[in-house]
């Protein structure tokens, strides 16, 4: 996982350019924010990076065989599971009861979901499922983890709290992640690198690295406040802002 | 507990209904063969159930009926899944399915009674009937199984067939249910036609037609409304069986 | 409610709409088999019976058309076994049994070394339709033959005679009951096959009428009624019509194989003399059916529709 | 492109294996009367095809079968989804879809004869035994539906019956589907089945009956292989309406 | 339209307290902005104001009759209809074709969907079906407008554009609006009143005025920051921020 290669991805849809020449060179175990319009190719991005879809052109290097979580953009819960079973479902083949419970439970605590367990998805609110998915993508023993707006639905408080315990899970155990985001924030208390991509045919607008450590981020720091205004001057024409 | 006992109001009401056509037909047609009355027919329903070898013949039907039924579920089910799955099963199995579908009975009648007797004969007769009917229910839900789902057991590599069990299988089930529901009591009724056919001994379709040889309209009604409780019986218990199952709705 | 009693409708309108030149059309009905063949002369001749009268002829396959038919009252004459006869009359179908003409057609055949009824002994004998005619009269014989049916030997049924002779030329049965005139496609197809029994000749032995009256011509009652002559005359016409196919096998094999039912001239040709057909009047051969109509009801009283029929039944020419 | 060659080549695999074991089985059996050889029954078929009436006879027989069966259709389509929605509706017509169900044909085909003819009575038949498992599909197919859908469609106030038309509908139409596609070929073999017992003129069940009135084996499989190609052609018609009213997925 | 009053409603799945005693008046075409933790029964308020859901205890007055638009949490588009089909569904029984077309256009061209009016949903990213949601949501002609989560999936220039042209229509259109958010800005830029709930069982924890016209407003105007920070410190724990 030394070095990770998406080399001149094309993808098009029907006619419908997407993902033109794009590239993206990524070292060591890091933590990737993406940012960019609605409907720019990012679920597209992350579904080549996962393998659902292959590239009209160019290829990825570096995820061959590897372990991957995958948040999707939307919760993706077995609706006759219930949120405990859905996460299980994942992980039987994986690992022994005992220790399934111990993860299950640690992961649901995380998400404040552990007191609807028993709950089947169409029982549960739109950020619980998003919480559910979450938790799913989380406990998964994965080499890379892809996020699809994982934060979308969740009410502040919680969503810095996940931003939070992600952080720490993190420096326990090191791990790729790719992230979506429209949050500007949890781009910025997150991301090691930063991309914004373009308006389709899609390719990298800007990149910018993020060298603050994570334990001394917050939206009052200056220099995350400096990134903040250079992300935002890159979209146009914002008003009231 | 009130709209249930509302719907079975209408059903009674509709089940009068129903009984009261019958017998204001019969009394303008006025004829017992063609169409007997009720309390006619119900004098011979009373003394078709009293007959020393009903329990039997009921029994055997229903046997036959329940072993076709499963055999050809349970294929349907394994091959319909497969088939759904990997596409050269499917082409593999299509004209097989294809021939079941729409070879007539009276034309492997013969050959099933001489390589299975008249025993198991109306049960290939039956499976030649819902075995298609399972299958390309079942086909038919794996076609709309939701592909995000399977998308996200494969990222998360799930077994391929815990995926099967745990996702095909489930999504599947309300077309399958679609299918149960109506092949149990189809299934019913070509065994009956089947025993005729294949001139099984004690069994619902030696009463009815021996009461049709005779002319007996009136029991061959009493045989038809023994055919139709029984069949209300299976669904009823598939029913129950499905709001088992789906308890997360 | 205009379907409701087609018989009884159809009587009023002719009631109402009798004229001398009004066209008449009439019905006739018989089951494919030696019955059709009995009435091939007229199937081929169409005797007239009057320049306003109509005819229609037809052979039918399935047993269940033509008690509609009869039921409904669409035909109005109609060769048909004569305990369905019986049934109908019992039921309250207006129709009257005016002749019987055939006069059983059942054969016990096999590869077996059978040549007495004793042989029959622990052996499987297959037949078609239980509780059938042919089934009755079997078990019939073989209780006064001192033979117990459902114990000294095994009896398998199937439900059509093509599956029996199917099966019996296949070698897969080895002793059957076979009607006529599929004993003889039976004896075509498969040299090996012998006939055992001739069950009309037992009967005779056991009863002292000379056979048993399987199938008879009826007449609907408002035919009788109304045209009597047109009665009359049809009696005459089936009469020389039997009369002529039992001295022309070989022209009736070729007449009915014309009428493209699924029976070859020479096969008709060889069954005929063994289908016993013969004209006798009812009247004559009253107490030869009542025997038979006897012989079924003892065994089941619902196969004649449960009880024997009156005088009124037969037709007095 | 490529695909679709291969699936077409495990299909010709899957008949070529069938008639090589069809060619097998009948050199063990070794009687024409209870297993024709392939060679002998291509022979027949060829006759039978050159026959004067054969196209009528099966013009006929489809004629019958697709009347019956988009009656069946339609009655189901509107009942179906009328007892869907309006539950009195569902209770009203329970009983008589039961009865519908579980009716041997057996049972009524002496009083079908004496009130409809030889005609007409294939296609009650036919109806006898699709109707319900249309029907039971659309029932499956209603309690399938997205609710989340219909909210949304009355809180904008769409008007009943485009929200039957244009949600219920579409929703039923793969449950429809699944229904249809056995229902057509079954729907043949029942009308064929029928056509013997009412005896037809010109049509397939009078041909399938002739054969076997003949012994002739071989031309009785010949005209269960034209009704296999008839439902077959059934089959991919249904197939490339579903791609077409599928545009979306 | 003078008055709604939700009054002390009750609501509760299986046992589960969602909704206790809720009480809300409100006077006017006001834009209420409603926040609160995910799961609290935001959602579940919305549909009991649309009538989708009969409260326990309690009703809701001054909304009987009254024609309502609402824009659920997930986008709930018909998946064999096109974009503009699925729009055209709730059009049809209420306008001339022309008219529809007009409206229709006018909506699609708001959110940039215009493009893909012939798209079917699954061809659509995450954004897009929200947006197409939206834009049903604006083209029926109602008296009140429920909208749950309306900016979520949407990038950062495409929400203030659209908050933007919101802020527009109902200038010109004025209505009852009712939207959940979880977001801060959206929820200051727009509302007229905040209401932030608490945790279940639910209940109005805070109620804000935000009595700055509309075309006043920006992320920068110290009323507004103000009105953030009162927000914020609501919430509890929140680290980094
Ligand atoms: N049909 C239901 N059956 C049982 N419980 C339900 C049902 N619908 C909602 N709930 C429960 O009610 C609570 C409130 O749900 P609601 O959807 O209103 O939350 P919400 O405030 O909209 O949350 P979010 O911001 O996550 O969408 C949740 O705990 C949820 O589990
Ligand atoms: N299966 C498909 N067929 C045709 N077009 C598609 C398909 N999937 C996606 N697209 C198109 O590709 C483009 C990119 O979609 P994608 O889902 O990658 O966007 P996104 O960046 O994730 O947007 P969002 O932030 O709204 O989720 C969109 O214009 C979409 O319409
Ligand atoms: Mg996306
Ligand atoms: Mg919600």
Redesign the interface.
């Given at each position: 996982m030394a070095f990770i290669k998406i080399d001149n991805i094309y993808k098009s849809y029907k006619g419908l350019k997407v993902l033109e020449n794009f590239t993206m060179h990524i070292e060591g175990k890091k933590i990737i924010a993406i940012l960019g319009p609605s409907g720019c190719g990012k679920t597209t991005l992350l579904n080549i990076l996962a393998g659902i879809i292959q590239p009209d052109k160019g290829k990825v290097i570096g995820l061959e065989n590897k372990k991957i979580s995958y948040l999707f953009q939307e919760p993706r819960l077995i609706k006759w599971k219930t949120v405990w079973e859905n996460i299980d479902f994942i992980l039987k083949d994986k690992m022994a009861m005992k220790e399934r419970e111990k993860v299950i439970t640690k992961y649901l605590k995380m998400v404040n979901l552990m007191e609807f367990r028993n709950y089947y998805p169409n029982k549960l609110s739109g950020g619980m499922k998003q919480r559910a998915a979450i938790a799913r993508a989380f406990a998964y023993p994965s080499d890379v983890l892809l996020m699809d707006e994982p934060f979308k639905s969740l009410d502040f408080e919680l969503k810095f709290k996940l931003i939070d315990c992600f952080i720490k899970l993190w420096e326990v155990d090191k791990r790729l992640v790719f992230f979506v985001t429209h949050d500007i924030h949890a781009a910025l208390l997150l991301g090691h690198d930063i991309y914004v991509l373009s308006e389709k045919p899609t390719n990298v607008k800007l990149r910018m690295v993020n060298e603050i450590p994570h334990r001394e981020r917050s939206l009052k720091n200056k220099y995350i406040l400096e990134l903040e205004k250079k992300i935002i001057d890159n979209f146009e024409e914002i008003t009231h802002v | 507990m009130n709209s249930i006992l509302k719907d079975r109001l209408y059903l009674l009401i509709s089940i009068a209904v129903l009984i009261m056509l019958w017998k204001f037909l019969s009394l303008i047609i006025d004829s017992e063969i063609m169409l007997p009355s009720p309390e006619k027919t119900l004098i011979e329903l009373i003394s078709i159930i009293k007959q020393k070898t009903f329990l039997r013949a009921v029994f055997n039907t229903i046997f036959r009926s329940l072993t076709g039924f499963f055999i050809s579920l349970i294929l349907a089910v394994i091959i319909g899944i497969l088939s759904g799955i990997f596409k050269p099963v499917h082409y593999i199995f299509k004209p097989i399915v294809g021939i079941i579908k729409s070879t007539p009975s009276i034309a492997i009648i013969l050959l099933s009674l001489i390589w299975l007797g008249s025993e198991y004969t109306p049960i290939l007769v039956g499976f030649l009937i819902i075995f298609p009917i399972l299958y390309s229910n079942i086909i038919e839900g794996i076609r709309n199984v939701d592909e995000d789902l399977i998308e996200m057991a494969n990222i998360y590599k799930v077994k391929k067939w815990r995926i099967i069990k745990e996702i095909y299988f489930p999504s599947i089930l309300s077309y399958l249910m679609a299918g149960a529901v109506t092949c149990l009591g189809l299934n019913l009724k070509v065994v009956i036609a089947a025993e005729v056919l294949s001139q099984s001994v004690v069994s619902i379709g030696e009463g009815l037609q021996f009461e049709k040889y005779n002319l007996n309209t009136a029991g061959v009604f009493s045989w038809v409304i023994i055919a139709v409780i029984i069949s209300a019986i299976f669904d009823y218990s598939l029913l129950k069986l499905q709001n088992r199952i789906e308890k997360w709705k | 409610?205009e379907?409701?009693?087609p018989a009884e409708e159809k009587q009023e309108k002719n009631v109402v709409d009798e004229k001398e030149n009004e066209k008449i059309t009439l019905k006739v009905a018989a089951p494919?088999g030696p019955t059709t063949v009995s009435l091939i002369k007229m199937f081929k001749d169409k005797p007239s019976f009057g320049d306003n009268i109509e005819v229609i002829y037809e052979s039918?396959?399935?047993p269940?058309?033509l008690?509609?038919?009869i039921?409904?009252g669409e035909v109005d004459f109609a060769v048909v076994p004569t305990n369905?006869a019986a049934?109908?009359y019992n039921?309250?179908?207006p129709y009257k049994l005016a002749a019987p003409t055939i006069w059983g057609v059942l054969y016990v055949a096999g590869t077996e070394n059978v040549e007495k009824w004793n042989d029959l002994k622990n052996k499987e004998v297959v037949t078609i339709?239980?509780?059938?005619t042919p089934d009755i009269l079997f078990r019939y014989l073989l209780s006064k033959n001192g033979l117990n049916p459902d114990e000294d030997l095994k009896l398998?049924?199937?439900?059509s005679p093509?599956?029996l002779?199917?099966?019996m030329?296949?070698?897969?049965n080895t002793i059957g009951i076979i009607p006529e005139p599929m004993l003889t496609?039976v004896l075509m197809?498969n040299k090996d096959i012998k006939i055992y029994i001739d069950m009309q000749k037992e009967w005779k032995k056991l009863t002292g009428y000379e056979s048993y009256p399987q199938s008879s011509l009826i007449i609907k009652n408002e035919v009788l009624e109304k045209y009597p002559k047109v009665v009359d005359k049809f009696l005459t016409e089936y009469e020389n019509s039997i009369k002529w196919v039992n001295d022309n096998p070989d022209k009736a094999g070729t007449y009915v194989e014309d009428l493209?039912?699924?029976?070859?001239a020479k096969i008709v040709e060889k069954a005929i003399p063994r289908s016993n057909i013969k004209y006798v009047d009812a009247s004559n051969a009253k107490s030869a059916i009542r025997e038979y109509l006897k012989v079924l009801f003892d065994f089941s009283p619902?196969?004649i529709?449960g009880k024997l029929p009156e005088d009124e039944f037969y037709f007095e020419r």
């Open positions: - | - | 409610s379907n409701t009693k494919s039918i396959k399935s269940d058309l008690a509609a038919k039921i409904s369905l049934k109908l039921k309250g179908v339709g239980r509780g059938l398998n049924y199937l439900s093509q599956e002779a199917q099966t030329i296949a070698g897969k496609t197809k493209n039912i699924g029976l070859n619902e196969s529709g």
